[in-house]
């Protein structure tokens, strides 16, 4: 390009075209950031579902033991310790140890779990852990408190861990047939996994 004025002399207007290569980097740069972005995002949106689910099971959790406290025969009290969500403790402990008798308020407890869940799988029953699963889910049991157990003559089974203090030890475990469910509430020693917990298996289904 030429000036007009001031005479025949070329003035510096070049663009500055930048090597290929830059170019290739700095859009790849721009797409991981995206993607690091993206998958930060959906690992905080995880995090905070699981927490809100956490919250949820406490409310109704807390519900239940103030209705169980009351009619406790013999006055036994409340049970001590601060609410808090059970420690994960899968990989670190024995497998098969017995299960612990149960206090009147968590048999209480685990006889109202068991009465929301038997009436949410009423009619429809469960053929398979993944249903199980989701409609434990949608009673709002947080998926971290869902463990899978193996199958017994082909039915499916999970374990809810339902600790919600210190020193408490109730968990029930879910039969799943195609018609009904059927709950059992134990009692988990201190410090062990649900399922590590040794139990009699009932492999027929019952008959009511």
């Not at 721009?30 to 972005?37: K, N």
């Not at 059970?86 to 006889?111: F, H, M, N, W, Y």
Request: with cysteine; aromatic share 6%.
């Amino acid at each position: 390009m030429w000036a007009v004025a001031g005479g025949p002399h070329r003035t510096s207007m070049r663009t500055k075209i930048l090597p290929k290569s830059f170019l290739v980097k700095s859009v790849l740069a721009a797409t991981l950031s995206c993607v690091v972005l993206s998958c930060y995002g959906a690992t905080n949106a995880a995090a905070a579902t699981d927490s809100d689910a956490e919250t949820r099971f406490l409310n109704f959790a807390n519900s239940i033991t103030d209705y169980c406290t009351p009619v406790l025969p013999g006055g036994g009290g409340v049970i001590d310790g601060d609410l808090s969500e059970p420690t994960d403790l899968d990989s670190t402990q024995p497998v098969s140890v017995e299960e612990v008798p149960l206090t009147a308020i968590e048999k209480c407890r685990g006889e109202l779990h068991a009465e929301r869940i038997h009436e949410a799988f009423s009619s429809t029953g469960a053929n398979d852990y993944e249903v199980l699963h989701e409609k434990l889910t949608a009673l709002d049991y947080p998926a971290a408190r869902i463990h899978w157990m193996p199958e017994h003559a082909g039915v499916p089974r999970t374990r809810i861990d339902l600790r919600v203090a210190g020193g408490d030890h109730l968990a029930v475990e879910v039969n799943g047939y195609n018609t009904f469910v059927t709950v059992e509430a134990f009692g988990v020693p201190e410090g062990v996994s649900v399922t590590d917990v040794r139990r009699n298996l009932v492999l027929d289904p019952p008959t009511f």
